[in-house]
């Protein structure tokens, strides 16, 4: 039978649709076709994300297999603990010198004089030693604990919807992100005055060239109900507000358009809406559930997955919720630290239904008990948004607290041990400044200082003493930078301030005086010994480094002939530099290879990332042949690859002739790209001849003059130090630039903070968004063909009554 209009089909009816329910009954129209050539903007939208998404990846990867490959090379050739590292002296020395006697276990001596056999050491007097503070307790009250939690994880609570998250401004043909911290003191939230402050705050650190930051281009202010991003640029630059984590703008009261492009900021500005919504209520238990903490013990770092807010709710798994969580994060830190390592413990607190979250390091016992083990380190290096800072649900925990000083934070909260027990009402009645005297230089020091911030005023000071702190033991350490007799250590402060930090002088420390080193010296020809004084143990003697180590040869002061003087012996061992230098020139050249392969390799175009349904078309075996070609040439004239790629390049052309007569060149081959070549023989005969010059081309410290501009770039590991700390540091706030894009498992707090997760994160949301809006255009497409078929199978209804009542008459 024919139908009205022509719209029915010999189509099949019975297929099941593959978007949500059955198309085409009535109309023979093949509805998740239909739909899905609609819906293709959208469509090719979420996979033009997705490649997006895959190729940030691969860079990310490709980035860190450079920076991989530089920090084993720093670990290896550069770091003082490695004994193969190329900036220790000892590997260059070709004059073994050996003390010998009964006494020579009180000289260390090193160098190559030839002076060595004809000279001994008659005795030792006494020995050097600087000016400095003996502490006689930990510096630190040595806890690691939360503040007061709520025992039922189901308490709703105030949380924040600004801090930890992010937005992203597009500047000219450029996309910066800007991030708010939850870690940090220096940034509050509570208020739309707060958040607007915090926000120029952030967009001050971010650089858009030229001289110029963020907060140059862009202001935003309040007026007590709603925030207003106002464009400042005076180049003409559009700036437009293109997305945020977490809904951050949205909270604010910045919604986009239906078409969902970005916000145009305006010189007259861009206003919110006056609901913005800064806190919002959450339980606990959904506030940290599933979400991961990272902890550090004893230089081993760990990711900690909390329970997941359904287990934490669950009345079946403790006594209250918060049981559940430490025998969870117990079990959890006994896997990946060792178990009776770390005890989680929750304490009762003043506050009826809270408890503290307590972590302990313990030393395992047959018996279960817990044995405190005040050796070890623990510390909470980092944690998902939401759980730690003055923001997070585990209050009181901050990124960087330990059980031992938080050397980040202001000194007031560091966990000092001389503040134990005040109260916060004591601490908030502490000077906001006080002078610190330090043998009578004054340093002033602010209450939101850090310990850090301490440490390096008195370092910069004129006081002539060096401080710094030991975790493993908890001890400040006070050194005077003056040697020997000539240091001194006095500590002083307006409002007592030194005490709080250092304690009380003859009850918390005291103070030892300097001391020169007095040894007596015999040489050939001559019965008469020289009495030689150094401000240090260590010292040059006639070409011969001479390191004290103990006392002999004298009675009450007075040089007793009778005692055996110390003599030397030279033997030659040249193969500890030969063996490492050689290592480090395969290293170098790997380092060489990589970085230029991967600068050099241009992407083919015609191979994208995969979408998924490509992959459904493709065997697993052409998916990886696929995808190795679509990953190659990611790094393709970086320009910060290209700079790294420079920098090794040209690492010895300043020193290229006098390297080359010490074994090292650089390959002639221009393909190689400044591959070093290692000539064994021409080194060794170096380090027989010129053993200090050998030394000195390797190690000779950088120098620059009065205006600090660089007038010796130092010896050529010296210069690789350089270099490896320019792009592959792993310490620091501020990492190494390859380090601050990609992440590096070296430096786990970079792992969630690099430049390239936080465009992932973006992408992420951005897909979500596009998701969210394919769903909703699917909707109503079938809704709208679902209407389409009820019209048709009407008319087809009544077509077929008037067919069978005027075929009938």
Same mark, same amino acid.
């Given at each position: 039978?024919?139908?009205?209009?022509?719209?029915?089909?010999?189509?099949?009816?019975?297929?099941?649709?593959?978007?949500?329910?059955?198309?085409?009954?009535?109309?023979?129209?093949?509805?998740?076709?239909?739909?899905?050539?609609?819906?293709?903007?959208?469509?090719?939208?979420?996979?033009?994300?997705?490649?997006?998404?895959?190729?940030?990846?691969?860079?990310?990867?490709?980035?860190?297999?450079?920076?991989?490959?530089?920090?084993?090379?720093?670990?290896?050739?550069?770091?003082?603990?490695?004994?193969?590292?190329?900036?220790?002296?000892?590997?260059?020395?070709?004059?073994?010198?050996?003390?010998?006697?009964?006494?020579?276990?009180?000289?260390?001596?090193?160098?190559?004089?030839?002076?060595?056999?004809?000279?001994?050491?008659?005795?030792?007097?006494?020995?050097?030693?600087?000016?400095?503070?003996?502490?006689?307790?930990?510096?630190?009250?040595?806890?690691?604990?939360?503040?007061?939690?709520?025992? =039922?994880?189901?308490?709703?609570?105030?949380?924040?919807?600004?801090?930890?998250?992010?937005?992203?401004?597009?500047?000219?043909?450029?996309?910066?992100?800007?991030?708010?911290?939850?870690?940090?003191?220096?940034?509050?939230?509570?208020?739309?005055?707060?958040?607007?402050?915090?926000?120029?705050?952030?967009?001050?650190?971010?650089?858009?060239? =030229?001289?110029?930051?963020?907060?140059?281009?862009?202001?935003?202010?309040?007026?007590?109900?709603?925030?207003?991003?106002?464009?400042?640029?005076?180049?003409?630059?559009?700036?437009?507000?293109?997305?945020?984590?977490?809904?951050?703008?949205?909270?604010?009261?910045?919604?986009?358009?239906?078409?969902?492009?970005?916000?145009?900021?305006?010189?007259?500005?861009?206003?919110?809406?006056?609901?913005?919504?800064?806190?919002?209520?959450?339980?606990?238990?959904?506030?940290?559930?599933?979400?991961?903490?990272?902890?550090?013990?004893?230089?081993?770092?760990?990711?900690?997955?909390?329970?997941?807010?359904?287990?934490?709710?669950?009345?079946?798994?403790?006594?209250?919720?918060?049981?559940?969580?430490?025998?969870?994060?117990?079990?959890?830190?006994?896997?990946?630290?060792?178990?009776?390592? *770390?005890?989680?413990?929750?304490?009762?607190?003043?506050?009826?239904?809270?408890?503290?979250?307590?972590?302990?390091?313990?030393?395992?016992?047959?018996?279960?008990? *817990?044995?405190?083990?005040?050796?070890?380190?623990?510390?909470?290096?980092?944690?998902?948004?939401?759980?730690?800072?003055?923001?997070?649900?585990?209050?009181?925990?901050?990124?960087?607290?330990?059980?031992?000083?938080?050397?980040?934070?202001?000194?007031?909260?560091?966990?000092?041990?001389?503040?134990?027990?005040?109260?916060?009402?004591?601490?908030?009645?502490?000077?906001?400044?006080?002078?610190?005297?330090?043998?009578?230089?004054?340093?002033?020091?602010?209450?939101?200082?850090?310990?850090?911030?301490?440490?390096?005023?008195?370092?910069?000071?004129?006081?002539?003493?060096?401080?710094?702190?030991?975790?493993?033991?908890?001890?400040?350490?006070?050194?005077?930078?003056?040697?020997?007799?000539?240091?001194?250590?006095?500590?002083?402060?307006?409002?007592?301030?030194?005490?709080?930090?250092?304690?009380?002088?003859?009850?918390?420390?005291?103070?030892?005086?300097?001391?020169?080193? *007095?040894?007596?010296?015999?040489?050939?020809?001559?019965?008469?010994?020289?009495?030689?004084?150094?401000?240090?143990?260590?010292?040059?003697?006639?070409?011969?480094?001479?390191?004290?180590?103990?006392?002999?040869?004298?009675?009450?002061?007075?040089?007793?002939?009778?005692?055996?003087?110390?003599?030397?012996?030279?033997?030659?061992?040249?193969?500890?530099?030969?063996?490492?230098?050689?290592?480090?020139?395969?290293?170098?050249?790997?380092?060489?290879?990589?970085?230029?392969?991967?600068?050099?390799?241009?992407?083919?175009?015609?191979?994208?990332?995969?979408?998924?349904?490509?992959?459904?078309?493709?065997?697993?075996?052409?998916?990886?042949?696929?995808?190795?070609?679509?990953?190659?040439?990611?790094?393709?004239?970086?320009?910060?690859?290209?700079?790294?790629?420079?920098?090794?390049?040209?690492?010895?052309?300043?020193?290229?002739?006098?390297?080359?007569?010490?074994?090292?060149?650089?390959?002639?081959?221009?393909?190689?790209?400044?591959?070093?070549?290692?000539?064994?023989?021409?080194?060794?005969?170096?380090?027989?001849?010129?053993?200090?010059?050998?030394?000195?081309?390797?190690?000779?410290?950088?120098?620059?003059?009065?205006?600090?501009?660089?007038?010796?770039?130092?010896?050529?590991?010296?210069?690789?130090?350089?270099?490896?700390?320019?792009?592959?540091?792993?310490?620091?706030?501020?990492?190494?630039?390859? *380090?601050?894009?990609?992440?590096?498992?070296?430096?786990?707090?970079?792992?969630?903070?690099?430049?390239?997760?936080?465009?992932?994160?973006?992408?992420?949301?951005?897909?979500?968004?596009?998701?969210?809006?394919?769903?909703?255009?699917?909707?109503?497409?079938?809704?709208?063909?679902?209407?389409?078929?009820?019209?048709?199978?009407?008319?087809?209804?009544?077509?077929?009554?008037?067919?069978?009542?005027?075929?009938?008459?």
């Amino acid at each position: 039978m024919a139908s009205i209009g022509g719209l029915s089909s010999n189509a099949s009816t019975n297929s099941a649709s593959s978007l949500r329910g059955y198309g085409g009954l009535a109309s023979g129209l093949d509805r998740d076709s239909l739909i899905e050539s609609m819906t293709y903007a959208t469509t090719s939208k979420i996979q033009k994300q997705q490649q997006a998404k895959q190729k940030i990846t691969w860079t990310q990867e490709a980035m860190r297999g450079i920076t991989d490959k530089l920090y084993n090379f720093s670990q290896s050739f550069i770091s003082y603990t490695s004994p193969k590292s190329l900036l220790s002296t000892k590997l260059f020395s070709s004059n073994q010198i050996t003390a010998l006697g009964e006494n020579s276990k009180y000289i260390g001596v090193s160098g190559s004089s030839s002076l060595a056999k004809s000279m001994s050491i008659a005795g030792v007097k006494q020995m050097a030693s600087d000016a400095k503070c003996n502490f006689t307790g930990a510096a630190s009250d040595q806890k690691l604990a939360s503040g007061g939690i709520d025992e =039922d994880l189901s308490t709703l609570n105030d949380y924040s919807t600004v801090a930890g998250t992010s937005f992203t401004v597009k500047y000219g043909s450029k996309y910066y992100s800007v991030s708010l911290p939850e870690n940090s003191e220096d940034y509050k939230y509570d208020t739309l005055s707060d958040v607007a402050a915090s926000i120029n705050k952030a967009m001050g650190e971010i650089s858009v060239g =030229d001289g110029k930051t963020l907060a140059d281009a862009m202001a935003v202010s309040e007026d007590g109900s709603r925030l207003t991003f106002t464009n400042k640029d005076t180049a003409g630059n559009a700036l437009e507000l293109t997305g945020s984590s977490d809904n951050l703008l949205g909270n604010l009261g910045f919604q986009f358009g239906q078409d969902n492009k970005g916000i145009e900021i305006t010189s007259s500005g861009v206003r919110g809406s006056s609901n913005a919504k800064l806190t919002e209520q959450k339980s606990v238990a959904d506030q940290i559930g599933g979400k991961q903490i990272c902890f550090t013990y004893n230089g081993k770092t760990e990711w900690i997955q909390l329970a997941s807010a359904a287990d934490l709710k669950d009345p079946t798994k403790g006594n209250n919720d918060l049981d559940y969580l430490v025998s969870d994060l117990q079990a959890k830190l006994d896997k990946a630290f060792g178990a009776g390592r *770390i005890n989680v413990k929750a304490d009762s607190t003043a506050t009826p239904g809270q408890s503290s979250l307590s972590f302990k390091t313990t030393v395992p016992t047959n018996n279960n008990s *817990i044995v405190e083990d005040k050796s070890s380190v623990l510390s909470l290096a980092a944690g998902e948004r939401g759980l730690l800072g003055q923001y997070g649900a585990l209050t009181g925990l901050s990124a960087g607290d330990s059980n031992r000083l938080n050397l980040e934070s202001s000194w007031t909260k560091s966990g000092l041990k001389h503040m134990e027990g005040m109260t916060d009402a004591q601490i908030a009645a502490l000077p906001d400044e006080d002078t610190l005297k330090i043998n009578g230089t004054e340093i002033k020091i602010k209450k939101g200082m850090s310990l850090t911030d301490i440490m390096d005023a008195i370092n910069a000071s004129d006081a002539g003493v060096k401080a710094s702190y030991l975790a493993e033991g908890d001890r400040f350490v006070l050194t005077s930078t003056e040697n020997g007799a000539s240091g001194k250590i006095e500590i002083d402060s307006d409002q007592g301030i030194d005490q709080l930090l250092f304690g009380v002088k003859g009850t918390d420390y005291e103070v030892q005086e300097g001391k020169d080193a *007095i040894i007596a010296v015999k040489y050939a020809g001559s019965d008469t010994p020289v009495e030689v004084t150094r401000g240090s143990n260590s010292f040059n003697l006639n070409g011969l480094t001479v390191t004290v180590k103990g006392e002999f040869g004298y009675n009450s002061g007075v040089l007793d002939p009778a005692a055996e003087a110390i003599t030397f012996d030279v033997t030659m061992n040249t193969e500890p530099a030969v063996t490492a230098v050689k290592e480090m020139v395969d290293a170098f050249n790997e380092i060489v290879k990589l970085v230029n392969d991967e600068v050099s390799t241009k992407p083919n175009r015609k191979y994208d990332p995969l979408t998924a349904e490509q992959e459904d078309e493709m065997s697993e075996s052409q998916i990886n042949a696929w995808n190795e070609k679509a990953k190659a040439g990611m790094l393709f004239n970086d320009s910060d690859i290209r700079g790294l790629a420079d920098a090794l390049r040209t690492i010895i052309s300043g020193d290229a002739s006098n390297m080359q007569k010490m074994g090292l060149s650089v390959s002639t081959d221009y393909s190689d790209n400044g591959k070093l070549v290692f000539d064994e023989e021409a080194f060794k005969k170096a380090l027989e001849t010129d053993p200090d010059g050998v030394i000195n081309a390797f190690t000779r410290p950088a120098e620059k003059d009065a205006n600090g501009n660089v007038t010796d770039a130092g010896g050529v590991m010296v210069r690789l130090q350089t270099i490896m700390e320019k792009y592959a540091s792993t310490t620091g706030a501020t990492k190494g630039i390859l *380090i601050e894009r990609a992440g590096s498992k070296y430096a786990p707090t970079s792992i969630l903070t690099n430049s390239m997760q936080k465009q992932l994160d973006a992408i992420d949301k951005e897909i979500d968004r596009l998701t969210d809006k394919l769903s909703v255009e699917q909707d109503r497409y079938i809704s709208q063909f679902t209407n389409l078929e009820r019209l048709i199978s009407q008319m087809n209804s009544q077509s077929s009554w008037l067919a069978s009542a005027f075929g009938g008459a």
